[in-house]
Nanobody
Framework: QVQLVESGGGLVQAGGSLRLSCAAS????????MGWFRQAPGNQREFAAA????????YYADSVKGRFTISRDNGQNTVYLQMNSLQPEDTAVYYC????????????????????WGQGTQVTVSS
């Protein structure tokens, strides 16, 4: 299994930036991809971004494309989410997730693709 620990959340004004980090430990040799999801109060968890662990290919939800950037440091087993031009609608708990099997029957955009999850970090954007 892989353990994930997120950090970097907080309170920011609209138009501001935050950088989230997610450190992976355990069987990190099994990492196929990592993703960021978010869940606002009363809403379902939704996909934000993902990155192929070996390829570095990136994928974004339309709602964050052009504002968020996902990156990874393979040596540190860490994935980052740089969030710029934040808006109140970005307020949510952000979760890091690890894909350990690379099952192509499930999309990287689906939370069903992922095997391990972090505890989440709160991001609050004030207007």
């Amino acid at each position: 299994q892989v353990q994930l620990v997120e950090s970097g959340g907080g309170l920011v004004q609209a138009g501001g930036s935050l950088r989230l980090s997610c450190a992976a430990s355990g069987r990190t040799s099994s990492l196929y991809a990592m993703g960021w999801f978010r869940q606002a109060p009363g809403n379902q968890r939704e996909f934000a971004a993902a990155i192929g662990w070996s390829s570095g290919n990136t994928y974004y939800a339309d709602s964050v494309k052009g504002r968020f950037t996902i990156s990874r440091d393979n040596g540190q087993n860490t994935v980052y989410l740089q969030m710029n031009s934040l808006q109140p609608e970005d307020t949510a708990v952000y979760y890091c997730a690890a894909d350990l099997r690379g099952s192509r029957s499930r999309s990287l955009f689906s939370d069903l693709r992922y095997d391990s999850w972090g505890q989440g970090t709160q991001v609050t954007v004030s207007s």
